[in-house]
């Protein structure tokens, strides 16, 4: 047996859309539906009423070389209807506008049937009959070249057929058995323009659903890739960015800030936990990891620019970038910080230099540091290697002459 592939996804694909006979969408489908269709129908528009100005034109010069007393009847309704078709492809171009486009071109075609009505009536000649077909004619213009929707079509054809059936048999000028023919003629052209464009309007709302199902696709393509993303640079404990997160964050705003020539205001601030290994030692793994997030906390809460973060560098290091602040401003925060950790009074029986929770702190600012994101950790990281060996649980950083001061 052949194997089906699998399906991952909850959406349908092309093979699930399945339209109603009467080709109705649920509500917010249908509202979009009828933009989308405008749309369309708006872009041929122009080209519709330049072939039917065209076919009115020759339909003049047509009568006017059968007979020139029938075109001096029948010119002005041609006038007419040309200058509705107008009004029509200017309305098409207008996106304010195109809620009448419909409208509009059932104006043209009612016009359109009705003129031809009126001069099969008011001619004097053999052709007059053949004026009648303008009803029809109008129907398949409304439906098949201004693109009318079907519902509209459907019902505009009926009213003009029973237009054409009073003029034709409300009438003594015109023949018992011709009217009968032309109607039937009218009829039959009629249904024939509806059925095309029922299947038209079939196919387009088809291709509006594929679409939109297409779209659904991408946006939850889109969602997953987020998910992803986000997974991919967020640490799962602490909630921080991880270290690939981080160093996306600090190429980009050393970048940015590069640009505006300013990224000497950008400082890093490196972190450890001090005797960690002897809290995990003490207190467990667990108790160690309530304590990660309750340490990583501070900081988050402390980082007031919305372009600074917070980045879990590895196990128990952590990096607070500052942007736009400067190395004084920088040490400011560090020590802040490092007394809250300090208060918030974690007990750490293991640790050597206190009772409780507390980290050593080294802080470097891009302007001492190349501008570079390398460059910039290991400065940072050099002064906190300094804080710790001073004793830790105190702040260090990079000075402008490239040494390490402890505070
Ligand atoms: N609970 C917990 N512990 C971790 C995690 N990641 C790393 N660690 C632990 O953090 C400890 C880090 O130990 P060290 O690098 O020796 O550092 P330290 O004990 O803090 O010593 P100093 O930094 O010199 O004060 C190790 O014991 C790791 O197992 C984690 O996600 N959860």
Avoid at 4 to 17: A, K, V
């Amino acid at each position: 047996m052949k194997n089906e592939p699998q399906r991952t996804s909850t959406l349908p694909n092309g093979n699930d859309i399945r339209l109603p006979w009467h080709l109705r969408l649920p509500a917010p489908l249908e509202r979009d539906f009828a933009d989308y269709f405008r749309g369309s129908v708006a872009s041929v528009t122009p080209w519709a009423a330049a072939s039917l100005v065209a076919l009115l034109i020759l339909a003049l010069i047509v009568e006017y070389t059968i007979s020139p007393e029938a075109a001096a009847v029948t010119w002005r309704p041609r006038l007419l209807c040309v200058m509705l078709i107008v009004a029509t492809a200017l309305i098409a171009r207008r996106a304010d506008w195109r809620r009448w486009l419909h409208v509009s071109s059932l104006a043209v075609a009612f016009a359109v049937a009705l003129t031809g009505n009126w001069m099969g009536l008011n001619v004097d000649h053999a052709m007059a009959f053949g004026l009648f077909l303008q009803t029809p004619l109008a129907i398949l213009m409304a439906c098949v070249v201004l693109r009318v929707p079907f519902h509209l079509a459907a019902v505009s054809s009926l009213a003009m057929l029973g237009i054409l059936v009073l003029t034709l048999f409300g009438s003594d000028r015109v023949d018992r058995d011709l009217s009968l023919v032309l109607l039937l003629l009218s009829v039959a052209s009629a249904s024939m323009s509806l059925f095309g464009q029922y299947i038209y309007e079939r196919l387009l709302r088809q291709h509006f659903l594929s679409e939109n199902v297409l779209f659904q696709h991408r946006d939850e393509l889109h969602s997953a890739n987020r998910i992803l993303e986000n997974q991919a640079t967020v640490d799962g404990l602490t909630g921080c960015l991880n270290r690939r997160g981080m160093e996306n964050r600090l190429d980009e705003v050393l970048h940015g800030f590069g640009r505006g020539g300013v990224s000497e205001r950008i400082t890093l601030v490196l972190f450890d936990i001090d005797f960690f290994k002897q809290y995990n030692d003490t207190y467990g793994h667990l108790a160690g990891d309530d304590c990660l997030k309750t340490v990583a906390s501070i900081p988050r809460s402390m980082a007031q620019n919305s372009k600074d973060f917070v980045a879990r560098y590895g196990g128990e290091e952590f990096v607070v970038v500052l942007v736009d602040t400067s190395l004084k401003d920088a040490l400011v925060f560090a020590e802040r910080m490092r007394t809250r950790i300090e208060q918030l009074g974690l007990p750490h029986t293991g640790s050597r230099i206190s009772q409780v929770v507390t980290i050593s702190v080294g802080v470097a600012s891009a302007g001492n540091c190349d501008n570079d994101a390398t460059n910039l950790i290991k400065c940072a990281d050099e002064a906190l290697y300094q804080a710790k060996g001073a004793g830790r649980n105190r702040v260090a950083y990079m000075s402008d002459q490239g040494r390490v001061v402890t505070l």
